[in-house]
C-alpha cells in the first residue's frame, strides 16, 4: 500500500501543478488578447456611433429648419407676397410675413434671423423689418447668392461678410446660411431667402471626451464648419486632401500621420449636404487601455503561477490524508479482500461509489418522506371538508404537520372551471387541469397563508388564513387574492374559473360546512356568468320562492319547431332565457324551469313521431347541473335538443316534399300529351294546387307550367328528327290551340323554328 501512496501522491502533485499553471497562462494569453481586441473594437465602433450621432444631431436641427422655411416658404401667402410690390403702405401684408418669420426663430433651431429679398422690386424683410433694396446691394446678392449651383444650398460666411443686410447677433465668428432661391417651380429666380444660424451652435452639439481627441466638420470647400475648438471654425483644415483622398464610402476609419502624431480617424459622410463629420484621436491614447490590461494580467498571472506552486506542494499532503482515511473506510465495507482488490481501479473509485449509494438512498428516502407528508395533508384537509376530524385531533396535525397556530379567519376557496368547449382542452382533460390548479395554487401562497390545497369531485378547494382585524381589509383582501388567482390560470392554462367564497370562519372544525357554502356560491354562476367571484355571503337575498315559466314563449317556440322556422325558433328561444336572466330567483328554481323545458321538448317529439338515436341512453339532467351559466344551458339546450330536433323535422318535410315532386314530374311524363294542369294534378293528389306550385317549384327549381313546356318541346324535338309528323300535327298532338303558339314557344327555346330544326338534324343524321 506504501508503494501506491507514494504513486497517487505524486499524481496528485503533477495533477494539481499541471492544473494550476496551464490553464493560468492560457488564460492569461487569451484574456491579453481578447481584451485588447474587444478593446480595439469597442473604441473603433464607440468612434464610429459618437461621429454619426454628431451627424444625426446637427443635421437633425439643419433639417428641421430646412423643413420648416420650405414649408413656410411654399404656402399661398408668402408666395403671393413673393411676388407683389411691398412698400410701408402694406402694412397688413408686412405684419403677417413679419409674424410668420418671428414664429420660425425660436431657442431649439438656432436661427438668429431670416432674410427674404424681392429682387424684382427692391424690397427685403428681416428682424430690424422692411428696408429698400439698392442697386449695390442687389448685384453684391445676385454675385454671392443667385450664382449658387443649387437653388437650395447651405454654405458658411465669415460675420463682417455676410452680403445680405441681417439682424444676427453676432454670436460667432461664423454663420452658416441656408439659402433658397424663389420662387422653387420656376427658372426665372426672383427672390432669395437666407436663414442665418451661428456655426458656434453646431460645435456646442460636438463637446470634447478627451483631451487628445477632437471633432470637426468640413464642407464641400474643405472649410472648417465645426470644430470642438471653436477658434477653428472658418478655417481651411490643412491635411484635406489626404483625408479626402483616404476616404472612399460612406462611413468608415483610417490611420493618419498629422504633424508627427499618428491619429485614428473616423468620419462619416453626410448625404443631406455633402459635408464630411471627422473624429481625431492619438493612436497612443487608444493603446494605453491595452498596454495597461498587458501588465495587469503578466503580475496577475505570475502571482498565480506562485500561488499555484506553493498550493500544489504544501496541500497535496493534506489533501491526500483524508483520501487515505476515506479509503480505508469505504474499504472496511467490502466483504472479501478480492472484492476490495478486482471491483474497482482505485480507491476513489471504491470512494465514489459509496457516496454515490448513499447519495440515492438518501434522495429515495426524502422523496418517500416528502410524498407521504404531502399524501398525509392532502388526507388530513379532505378528511376537514367532510368533517371527520376531532378538535383535538385538528391541535395535534397542526403541530406535526408545521401549520400556522394562530389567525384571525379562515375562508374557504372552491374553485371550479367554467366550462372546456371554448378552449383548447377536452371534458377528459378536467382531472388533469384540475391536478395542475391544485399544485399552482400551493405555489401562489406561501406555507404560512393557506391550508393544503385539494380536489374533491370536480372542486379545487383551498383554505386561506388572514390576520385582519378590519372585515372592509378582509373582503378587499379576499377579492383581490380572487382575482389573482383567475389572473394566473388565465395566463398559465387560457382556461375560464370561477370561485365561490364562503364565510369567514375561526376553528377548522367548520370548514365542512364551509365547504358547502363555497359550492352553494358557484351554483349562482348561472347568473353572473362565467369567470365569476362569488361571495357566499352575498346570494340568497331577496330572490323569487315561486317558479315563473314563459309558457306564452314557449309555445310560440314550439309552434315554430313544429314547421323548422330556424329564424323564429333562435328568436322565441332567446326570449325565453332573456325573461329568465331578469328574473331574481334560487338556483333550485331555475333547474325546475329547465327540467320542465326538458320533459316539454321530450314530449314534443313524442307527439311529431320524431326520434333522435341515443336521446334515451343520455343522463340529460345530470348534464344540466354539470354546467355553470346560463350561457352554457342555452347553448347546451340549442345544441343537443332544439338542433338535432329541427333537423329531423326539415328531413321529414323534405321528404314529403320530393315524394309530391316526383308524383307530380311522372304525370306530366305520362300525360303531356293530353290537357293537364297543375289544378287538375292538385284534385288528383288532393292539395291544394298553390301549395303544389310552391313544393314543386322549391324542389325543382322551376315552375310546373316551365317545366311541362319544356318537357313538351324535348319530345318534339325528338318527333322532328325521328319521325315526319308535320309541325302542324306535333303542336295539336302537344295541347297547342294553334301551330304558330307552338313555333314561338319552340324557337323561344332552341332558337331556330321546328322547320329549321328538322332541316338540321336531318342533314347531320
Known sequence: MKTKTFKHFYKLITLLIILGTVPVIIVGIFSYWKSSQVIEEHSAQEKIQNVYQIQMNVEQVLKNIDHSVTYFLNSPQTKQIIRSPLSADHFKKYHEIKQELNHLQTVDTGIEDIVLVNLRDNWLINNNG????????????????????????????????????????????????????????????????????????????????????????????????????????????????????????????????????????????????????????????????????????????????????????????????????????????????????????????????????????????????????????????????????????????????????????LTLFALQIDALDQTKYNESDQDLLLFAINNMMEDLFEIDQRFTPVVINHTQVTILLDHFDS???????????????????????????????????????????????????????????????????????????????????????????????????????DRFFQVLARKNFHHNHFYIIMTRLLYELIELMQILGVHIKGLDERAFFAEIEQLGTLEEVQKWFKQQIIYPLIEKVEERTESENKSLSDKIVHIIHQEFDTDISLDSIATRLHYNPNYLSSIFQKEMNVSFSEYLIMYRISMAKQWLVNTDISVKDIAAKLQYNNSQNFIRSFRKIEGITPGKYRTQHKRAI
Open 130 to 409: 422692411l428696408a429698400h433694396l439698392d442697386e449695390d446691394e442687389k448685384e453684391l446678392i445676385l454675385s454671392n447668392y443667385m450664382n449658387l449651383p443649387e437653388s437650395s444650398t447651405w454654405i458658411q460666411e465669415d460675420y463682417e461678410q455676410i452680403s445680405l443686410n441681417n439682424d444676427a447677433k453676432n454670436s460667432c465668428s461664423h454663420y452658416i446660411s441656408l439659402v433658397k432661391k424663389l420662387p422653387f417651380t420656376s427658372t426665372d429666380k426672383t427672390a432669395v431667402a437666407s436663414v442665418l444660424v451661428p456655426s458656434c451652435s453646431l460645435t456646442k452639439i460636438m463637446e470634447k471626451k478627451v483631451d487628445s481627441e477632437f471633432y470637426m466638420i468640413l464642407d464641400s470647400n474643405q472649410q472648417i464648419i465645426a470644430h470642438s475648438n471653436p477658434k477653428k471654425i472658418g478655417e481651411t483644415f490643412g491635411n484635406s486632401q489626404e483625408i479626402l483622398a483616404a476616404i472612399d464610402q460612406e462611413s468608415g476609419q483610417f490611420n493618419q500621420d498629422i504633424e508627427g502624431t499618428d491619429y485614428k480617424v473616423t468620419y462619416q459622410t453626410s448625404r443631406y449636404n455633402h459635408w464630411i463629420y471627422l473624429s481625431f484621436i492619438k493612436m497612443s491614447d487608444l493603446n494605453k487601455q491595452s498596454s495597461s490590461i498587458g501588465w495587469l494580467t503578466f503580475l496577475v498571472c505570475s502571482i498565480l503561477l506562485i500561488i499555484s506552486l506553493i498550493t500544489s506542494f504544501i496541500g497535496s499532503r493534506r489533501m491526500y490524508q483524508p483520501i487515505r482515511q476515506l479509503y480505508k473506510l469505504a474499504g472496511d465495507k467490502f466483504s472479501s479482500k478480492e472484492d476490495h482488490a478486482h471491483s474497482h481501479k482505485n480507491e476513489f473509485e471504491l470512494i465514489e461509489t459509496h457516496i454515490e449509494h448513499l447519495l440515492d438512498k438518501n434522495v429515495e428516502l426524502e422523496g418517500r418522506l416528502q410524498s407521504q407528508v404531502t399524501q398525509l395533508k392532502q388526507f388530513f384537509t379532505i378528511r376537514l371538508l367532510q368533517g371527520k376530524v376531532h378538535k383535538q385531533e385538528i391541535s395535534n396535525k397542526l403541530v406535526s404537520f408545521n401549520y400556522p397556530k394562530t389567525w384571525k379567519h
Open 471 to 573: 372585515m372592509e381589509e378582509y373582503t378587499h383582501y379576499m377579492n383581490e387574492q380572487a382575482q389573482f388567482i383567475q389572473a394566473e390560470i388565465k395566463a398559465a392554462f387560457d382556461l375560464p374559473v370561477s370561485i365561490g367564497i364562503s364565510h369567514p370562519f375561526q376553528s377548522l372544525s367548520a370548514a365542512k360546512e364551509a365547504f358547502k357554502e363555497g359550492k352553494e356560491a358557484l351554483k349562482y354562476r348561472f347568473k353572473s356568468g362565467a369567470e365569476s367571484i362569488i361571495f357566499f355571503e352575498n346570494i340568497n337575498q331577496n330572490y323569487q320562492f315561486t317558479t315563473p315559466f314563459p309558457t306564452a314563449i314557449k309555445n310560440h317556440l314550439f309552434d315554430a319547431i313544429k314547421v323548422a322556422d330556424r329564424e323564429k325558433v333562435e328568436l322565441e328561444f
